[in-house]
């Protein structure tokens, strides 16, 4: 799918959004309000530019998660430790429905820039504060990052295989489940600000979102003292759950969360005779035998090919899927039916093709305009937006303030 921001103007057209947050959780945050019509203005400091255009895999030099994270950002430089820089922040947030920050905290009052003085400015303001740890408590002040959330919610120690190390993901889930949190969190505060007419302060934890993720551990503990164990790609509540090799090589996931679908699996590898035993009713009595469970299903989806897999479960009324590489994803009708895949036009890049909005609205679809900005690409556009003229500009630039 082809789009640009002339096709619609996106729900959250009007929003404006500050973002002056790096790596990851903020700035994705951003992307998902950006993705919807929100003005996002992107704020960076003038020599040291979001880490994040350095991450990851480059082409010609251009960074290539920079594209997807910035798009439908406005980027500007602004050093927020510089008066001059600082009288600029404070016009902007006076302009703005919403700030996105991840300094540590105290960072912001330490500039004369906490809330008590841009919301007096604009008590219309939501502020959201994003951070390792919280803006109070015996951590706070810690650097924070994704992968100490993913470490210390629990989330390491219950995954990977029986015999193995706690085991932390490739990427950065508990940025991507806190920056889906940090939406949310703006929509409920600007959903309040309407009855109100008062913006408020968000205060979001990397530690917390990751955490209400991970199902009834806390509770588990609370009442049994037990905790859940590694088990590899099985699951703890239901069998058969796990990823089996086909003959000719392919890997393809099976989840059989109800009963149902598990007998109808267990039909179809010629093990009808285990949906008969009494244990067979509740996934907890198929987690005891599933050993038993996985090596028929694993024994039959080993005879066959990946195509004859698919073929037989879809007529079972069974739930399988391959499991995809990227050129799967592409290539697949599901994705190309829902319009998942976008290709945007990248100045640098040419056609180039990233992950759309997460969801479609029946009145109005989000829309990708335009992909990642060089840093600074819209500094003095901005500017004259709110007002400053070309010498006042150039003094920016002359003090270091831009």
Do not use: C
Not at 190 to 213: F, K, N, V, W
Not at 230 to 242: C, D, E, F, K, L
């Amino acid at each position: 799918m082809t789009v640009s921001r002339e096709q619609a103007d996106g729900p959250l057209a009007g929003l404006r959004v500050i973002d002056v947050s790096t790596l990851f959780a903020g700035p994705m945050a951003a992307m998902h309000l950006g993705d919807m019509g929100a003005d996002v203005i992107k704020i960076e400091h003038p020599h040291k530019p979001d880490p994040s255009r350095g991450h990851g895999v480059a082409k010609d030099g251009v960074n290539l998660w920079w594209k997807t994270l910035g798009r439908n950002k406005r980027t500007m430089t602004l050093d927020l430790s510089n008066d001059k820089g600082r009288e600029v922040f404070e016009a902007m947030a006076g302009w703005a429905d919403v700030v996105i920050e991840n300094f540590r905290p105290g960072t912001l009052e330490r500039w004369g820039l906490g809330y008590d003085v841009l919301s007096a400015a604009n008590p219309r303001l939501v502020l959201t504060r994003v951070t390792g740890f919280g803006q109070f408590g015996p951590y706070s002040h810690r650097p924070g990052f994704g992968t100490l959330a993913e470490a210390m919610s629990g989330f390491a120690a219950m995954t990977g295989e029986p015999d193995g190390p706690p085991t932390l993901p490739p990427f950065g889930l508990a940025d991507g489940v806190a920056s889906l949190a940090i939406a949310y969190a703006i929509m409920v505060a600007l959903h309040a600000r309407e009855s109100t007419g008062r913006g408020q302060q968000i205060d979001l934890a990397l530690i917390e979102p990751i955490l209400s993720l991970l199902g009834p551990q806390i509770t588990r503990w609370d009442q049994t003292h037990t905790e859940a164990p590694r088990t590899g790609n099985r699951s703890v509540a239901n069998a058969p759950r796990n990823t089996y090799l086909t003959s000719d090589g392919h890997w393809v996931a099976v989840s059989a969360s109800a009963g149902s679908i598990a007998a109808r699996v267990m039909t179809l590898v010629g093990r009808s005779d285990l949906t008969e035993k009494e244990w067979f009713a509740t996934g907890a009595g198929r987690v005891s035998h599933v050993d038993e469970i996985d090596e028929a299903v694993g024994g039959w989806i080993g005879q066959h090919t990946q195509n004859e897999v698919t073929a037989a479960f879809e007529e079972a009324q069974a739930a399988v899927v391959p499991v995809y590489h990227a050129d799967d994803i592409m290539n697949d009708p599901q994705f190309q039916a829902l319009g998942t895949i976008h290709r945007i036009f990248d100045p640098e890049l040419g056609d180039i093709a990233m992950q759309g909005p997460l969801f479609r609205l029946s009145n109005a679809d989000g829309v990708i305009a335009f992909t990642g900005r060089p840093h600074g690409a819209d500094t003095d556009a901005v500017l004259r937006d709110l007002g400053f003229d070309d010498a006042h500009i150039a003094d920016l630039r002359k003090v270091g303030a831009i």
